[in-house]
């Protein structure tokens, strides 16, 4: 299954959506007085209209010019820093459909402002487990060749600007999965992401994960201050 | 004894530089002298069982190399290369391994051509004469049943199941050893074992869970420990010496057949030889005795000793035509609910019947196993009168099903028990014969009777078994339960399967139906029920599970229910505020988000005589106000605020039936849009909906809106304010361009906000306001129109 340049496709089984992150994308944080009958609702309607699908490829990729596959040339310094050590990566995409945000939308507009808020934030935390998902399976096929994954990163992440979505996109094949971008290069259905992992052999840096490598010290799902 | 697979064979080919012309399996083509010679390295340090040079030699796998046309040509030079270097009494297995692809509806191959494609690669192994058939490195459930379907349609050969498990014991699509055994053993595989990934002191502990959960021999082959990388190439620790030591010890915990995969070599091989010389296979713990269903990550047993199991019933159309029309329509919205619902409500069954007339059943039965299968992880009971419906569900779902259900009707009960034999599905036997209903115990014991002994003639198995003592109705004939009862008893005398039955129908036609459900169901469970086909939602229902585990036994000294009424206990009370007039009580419900009791109170102010503008400003945007205070300084979250603003909206929808809307005090209209090229609408409704209930007119433009089309709602409504939302940086230009525009040809104020904006930008792109979220928008909007 790791050819360089073929197109795999894995749709994730989900029996469940995270509820503590879907109240943390909600912006929830420690509350107390809030009814968890809406979270439940919020994640069963994501349940029910998600469409779970995932894409992922394998390139070769230049350590020393920063250059995956033929073409693309990392300018971010961060991404750099998280794939050193990296001979090969994996272009990823995940959706989980458009009919979760026409859900949102729905309620929203019938005046349940805090379902369809939590709805949006369910599709979110769904998102992130079908990421999430694809990579426990890359994981597993990668660990008995003795290679490791480093962590998922994205454009729009720390210093990799989120307008290069425009080289990234193609090379994750994100059309086979009904993902396609916009001119202002934003993903739709709006709830999918795209994403780049490491393909690490032995000696290579320690992995730092999240938020502690982060640049956007203001972003708003940041979980460390 | 112990028989002995030889090494690994991949790692060998790539150490001669071999493996990649263009793949390991051409070898046996461009160089069968050199493969003959590797499997004679194992045959000289005594292995038992050679494997040939075939694992990826399926033509899904070759097409990746353009070579699928040559299939059958590798694989028969991939067994005779292995037969040349066999001593007499040295076996050949054909080894196959993944087909690269995963089945859908994980990924995109079809089943059915998975199943080809083995199928063709088997046809091709048996011709050149193999002794087993070995799938190994198998990654996914599905795609095991897939080539064991195969291998049983085109060949009579012995089959051995490997799947490759990762250190958590489970393969990469969620399957343990317990759940694969429960699947692969009814679906006739020879072996169940595990190979690669893991080292034998990994794999150790999965086998002695499988050797718990199946009768047949086990076969283990372990990488030579767990790998790694120095200077570009892989590493495997393990030394022959420690593969020799943990060898015993594999078959101390069950395992009858060893071997070696990645970076194991003759030596290894020879070593785990001599380790085990003289050893027999363990005599092995005799299964606990009932029916097992799986899923393709969890198993249930159902039987006597085992808890009640509640199988679902409510995915079924027939008398419910709202859920019948959406089916029909496509949708399958309800039936997923249900599916949800049941799960959630402690079903660990689902029955599954898409009786919707009018309909090609055995088309959507195959779809909804399929979509079902990933929504939930139970197992599931396909449930049809149709031979080829059933096929469809037993096809698509990668586990063992129930067949629900056989009766004695000629022409359909020998396809059942055919079917239930081909997927390895349990059966579930009704005993309706031709004759009509069976009334007596004698009776139905006798039809069932008759039915085993035909289903163990098409190669059933008592495991197989579960049985339906038939629920008449108790208001068409007043004995008809109690010879249920009965008939339940004699089962448990006669056979001792496992029970269902669907009990809700004993108190059709009769008021309380629920309460006589329920008793029914305990008195049948006292009389030997096992798994009742039931409506788990029900409460009653619930707890009469919840309270006979307890009573049975299968919830010592009643912990897990008595967790019940610990978790009742601990739901937080709303705390009693001390409200001493009705709109601060409104001011209250606002704030907590009460929606019923806001409006209801807004009523209740307005019939006592308050003005609606008193209502409004003292009591609803007062409530507003100090939960948008509360939220700016981080005591209170967004959902609650937008919580808060439900119970506004449902306030003023409640004075609106009293007076005219526009008799409502506006404080001022508010134009809101996303711009151009950026598809987010959340935070802008976000901020609509605190604006509307704050008493702003809003005028929603939705998102991706062009400048030109803002400007002309500016002019036509003429608002105080024009709301801009950009999420993305993509998007920040749109929102500039925007401004611009609108400052050339109005005078109105313009605020903007969203995820990725900075007062210092919004002042560059000469915003009037930025608003850092939706509280904050509605606290500058009041300012402005001051």
Known sequence: MTIVGQINLFNPILNNIDRAETKRYAGMGRSIHFPEAIVSEACAIVMLEKHVKTVWVVYEYDCTLGCIGHDYKIVSTGLLKHLSGSKQVVLMSATVGE??????????????????????????????????????????????????????????????????????????????????????????????????????????????????????KDCTMRRIK | MIKIFEGAMGTALQAMGIAEQPCPEYASIKYPDEVTNIHKGYVDVGADILECNTFGANPLKLAQFGLADETERINIAGVTAARRAAKKGVEIAGNIGPSGRLIAPLGDLNFDEACESYARQIKALASAGVDYILFETIIDLQEMRAGLLAAKTVCNLPVICQLTYDAMGRTVTGTDPSTAAAILEPLGASIIGMNCSLGPEQLLPLVKELALATSLPISVQPNAGLPFIKEGKTYFPLTPKEMGYWAPKLVEAGATILGGCCGTTPAHIKAMKEAVRGMDPIARTILPAGVRLASRSKSVWLGKGHPTVLIGERINPSGRKAMAAEIKAGNLTSVKREALLQVEAGAGVLDINMGVPGMEQKKLMGQVVGELAMLVNVPFSIDSVEPEVLEAGLRAFAGRALINSVSDKQGVKDKVFALAKKYGAAILILPLGEKGLPRTAEERVAIVKKLIAEGKAAGLKDSDFMLDPLVLTVASDGQAPAETLNTLRQYADTFGYPTTMGLSNVSFGLPGREDINAAFYALALASGLNAPIINPCNAKIRRMTETTNVLL???????????????????????????????????????????????????????????????????????????????????????QVMLAAEAMKSAFDALKTKINAEDLPCLGKVILATVKGDVHDLGKNIVGALLSNSGFTVVDLGKDVEPEVILAAAEKEKPDIVGLCALMTTTLGAMGETINLLQQKTTTTIMVGGAVLTQEYATEIKADLYAADGVQAVKLAKKVVE
């Open chain 2, 553 to 639: 036994g299968f919830d010592n000294q009643g912990i897990k229910y008595s967790k019940n009424y610990v978790a009742e206990k601990n739901i937080p009370v709303e705390s009693a505020e001390v409200e001493q007039g009705i709109l601060e009580a409104l001011s209250g419900a606002v704030i907590r988000g009460e929606k019923e009791r806001a409006a209801h109170l807004t009523l209740q102010a307005f019939a006592e005589g308050y003005d609606p503008r008193k209502i409004t400003s003292e009591a609803l945007v007062r409530g507003m106000n100090i939960i948008g205070d509360d939220f700016g300084a981080g005591r209170t979250f967004l959902p």
């Open chain 1, 99 to 216: 009919d979760v945000e026409i859900a949102s939308k729905k309620y929203f507009e019938q005046g349940e402002y805090a379902l369809g808020l939590l709805i949006d934030a369910a599709a979110t935390a769904a998102v992130e487990q079908a990421a999430n998902a694809l990579c426990n399976m890359l994981a597993g096929q990668f660990e008995n060749k003795g290679i490791t994954l480093t962590s998922r990163f994205s454009p729009g992440y720390g210093d990799w600007a989120l307008e290069e979505q425009e080289q990234v996109a193609p090379l994750a094949h994100v059309e086979a999965i009904g993902v396609h971008l916009t001119n202002s290069k934003m993903l739709i259905p709006r709830k999918s992401i795209t994403a780049v992992v490491g393909l690490r052999t032995a000696g290579a840096n320690e992995d730092k994960q999240g938020c502690v490598q982060c640049t956007q």
